[in-house]
């Protein structure tokens, strides 16, 4: 695909006012991407740090699910995806010829709005993808078990029913479940896909407790509807506008001043 | 009416209430003075009964506005705007104090000592304020910046005034004997109303605060 010629930088602000020792995990650069003839993605450019949470927020259909597909490259099961521009992953350009992105996966775990265990038992669960990375010992199993479901807070809600499925765990714990599935495989990135919105208030604030205990171990990044949990949750935030990134920059300055008006305008209600 | 529309109506609402605490406000200030001037000094006993429905809407305003971040949970300028409503009711109110701190020491004023001519630069100091109380309210209700900046320089004159008054207040007292008390209770006065202008400084930054996000000290 030839890539369009962008008049307009969006202006991103790459370093933040404590960013000067924190590794960049993610760089996007001058990223777009088509449905088609749907230009879903337009020049975005975003660094993601190491160990910090990164929100990003947007009204429907802005592209910030997309974006977070891209990620990993998910977005291209999608049909009729072009994409040009680059994504480096701790500095290396994950849509290289060259670039396995079955590593990818195993690097960057993903969580999902809805909840999505297997219909396993818990343990199976969370020992499904060690498993598939050729794990076999049982003893290693159970520990991977035990240590990535206290990872997501959830152990002793479940340590004694390992065995039962987890179709009969509530929606908070199937999601912190899922989030244990993820940390099995210790990943590096952890991306989530509007987490808490299937969740009720309770479930979301373990969740959302969760994700500020995770991001001391690992880099995460949220996509997600409700501003107050990108405001509570978040280190830098990102405003998504019909596919292009209006405004990035710690999220204390997002919800206080932030410079463009249509973000401000987005997270007081005044659309969206 | 939209969950929006109705919080932006709530958020005028809430600054016509301190609209009303800011009139009520400097209507005492200004029947305070009058009643100096023309030393009818019985009315400030209704000044200092007055002051009770000063505080009482403060607190009417303090709950509107808890109430409103809790139930519409406000970020940036909506936020800001709440946070300055707070502030501006919170000096107001002070200021209604310190109307009625003027008026009790009014009360201790009497005519039998001629004072004119303190009472003279007392009252020439008290129009400057007056004048800062309506332009700070005005720059509020129109959240003014460049008005709200203004006000600094107002206020210098007002602290120039009341240094050299109370400069002439150490002149006389130390040659003339038997006008100390009436003497102490105008300085007090003076004092009272540089601090009114102090107030409407504050409210001058909080302006500037609400508006652009950044505080600005005017002092």
């Not at chain 1, 992953?89 to 060259?98: A, G, T």
């Not at chain 1, 909840?115 to 818990?122: E, L, R, V």
């Not at chain 2, 300028?77 to 209604?96: C, H, N, T």
């Not at chain 2, 003014?144 to 240094?163: P, R, T």
Request: glycine share 4%; with cysteine.
């Amino acid at each position: 695909m030839s890539s369009l010629s962008m008049s307009t930088e969006v202006p991103v602000k790459k370093e933040t006012k404590d960013h000067v020792n924190k590794s960049v995990v993610y760089d996007t650069k001058n990223l777009n991407l088509w449905y088609g003839d749907n230009h879903a993605l337009k020049n975005i450019n975003l660094p993601m740090h190491e160990n910090e949470v990164t929100a990003i927020i947007g009204p429907s259909g802005c592209g910030k699910s997309t974006y977070i597909k891209t990620l990993n490259r998910m977005v291209e099961l999608v049909q009729d995806v072009s994409i040009s521009g680059e994504i480096l992953y701790r500095d290396k350009n994950i849509f290289d010829k060259n670039y396995r992105v079955e590593e990818l996966r195993t690097r960057v775990g993903m969580v999902f709005q809805k909840p999505n265990p297997f219909p396993k038992s818990i343990f199976d669960n969370i020992a499904y993808g060690p498993r598939i990375h050729g794990i076999k010992d049982k003893k290693i199993l159970k520990e991977i078990v035990e240590k990535s479901l206290r990872g997501a807070a959830i152990w002793d809600e479940v340590k004694d029913r390992l065995q039962e499925n987890a179709y009969g765990l509530s929606g908070g714990q199937q999601q912190r479940l899922c989030i244990a599935r993820c940390l099995a495989i210790e990943p590096d990135v952890l991306l989530m896909d509007e987490p808490t919105s299937a969740l009720d208030p309770k479930s979301t604030l373990k969740v959302e407790e969760l994700i500020k205990e995770l991001k001391e171990n690992y880099s995460i990044i949220i996509v997600t509807h409700n501003m107050q949990q990108a405001a509570r949750i978040s280190d830098k935030t990102a405003f998504f506008l019909n596919g292009e990134v209006i405004e990035y920059d710690d999220t204390d300055i997002i919800f206080s001043t932030p410079s463009d008006k249509r973000t401000e305008d987005y997270i007081t209600g005044r659309f969206g | 009416m939209t969950i929006r529309g109705q919080f932006v109506s709530e958020l005028s609402e809430l600054k016509g209430e301190i609209m009303r605490l800011g009139a009520m406000v400097e209507r005492a200030f200004d029947e305070t003075i009058e009643a100096i001037r023309k030393k009818q000094y019985a009315k400030l006993d209704d000044i200092i009964d007055n002051d009770k429905n000063i505080n009482d809407l403060e607190l009417a305003i303090n709950d509107k506005a808890t109430l409103m971040i809790a139930k519409q949970q406000p970020v940036a300028s909506d936020l800001r705007k709440i946070i300055v409503s707070l502030k501006v009711s919170s000096d107001l109110e002070r200021m209604g104090d310190l109307s009625v701190d003027m008026a009790k020491s009014a009360l201790r004023l009497n005519d039998r000592i001629n004072l004119e001519k303190f009472e003279e630069e007392l009252l020439s100091m008290a129009s400057k304020a007056k004048i800062m109380i309506k332009a700070v309210l005005i720059a509020y209700r129109d959240s003014n910046v460049l008005e709200a900046q203004k006000i600094a320089a107002m206020d210098d004159d007002v602290d120039s005034a009341y240094g050299k008054f109370i400069q002439s207040i150490f002149e006389v007292v130390a040659v003339e004997t038997g006008i100390t008390e009436q003497v102490t209770q105008m300085a007090f006065i003076s004092r009272y109303i540089e601090r009114i202008a102090d107030y409407c400084t504050n409210i001058a930054e909080w302006i500037i605060y609400e508006v652009n996000g950044k505080r600005f000290d005017l002092n």
